[in-house]
């Protein structure tokens, strides 16, 4: 059973930084697309970015494409969430997910092409 194990959220002040890891278990990470979502209180669980197995093909949510960076270190069963000029929007907890699949011309942006989840950081931005 594949573990995915959510790092590095916390409380940070508008306009801060946090960077989001996901590390996951067994010798497959290399094979499997990486994404991540995040969900707020009464809200429905909203796509971030997610990253080709490779590591080559990344793809965001247009409304986060500028703050947000995807990234893997296939070395470290790792994919991160670089987050910048965070909003108290931002804030939700936010779930790393494995998907078999990177979808011709774009990554897999909802929560049922994902085969496995973590169980979540939350992040906290204050106004």
């Known amino acids: 059973q594949v573990q995915l194990v959510e790092s590095g959220g916390g409380l940070v002040q508008a306009g801060g930084s946090l960077r989001l890891s996901c590390v996951v278990s067994g010798r497959t990470f290399n094979f499997y697309t990486m994404g991540w979502f995040r969900q707020a209180p009464g809200k429905e669980r909203e796509f971030v970015a997610t990253i080709k197995s490779t590591g080559t093909d990344t793809s965001y949510a247009d409304s986060l494409k500028d703050r947000f960076t995807i990234s893997r270190d296939n070395a470290r069963n790792t994919v991160y969430l670089q987050m910048n000029s965070l909003k108290p929007e931002d804030t939700a907890v936010y779930f790393c997910?494995?998907?078999?699949?990177?979808?011709?011309?774009?990554?897999?942006?909802?929560?049922?092409?994902?085969?496995?989840w973590g169980q979540g950081t939350q992040v906290n931005v204050s106004s």
């Open positions: 997910a494995r998907a078999a699949m990177w979808y011709g011309g774009r990554g897999p942006s909802r929560p049922y092409e994902y085969d496995a």
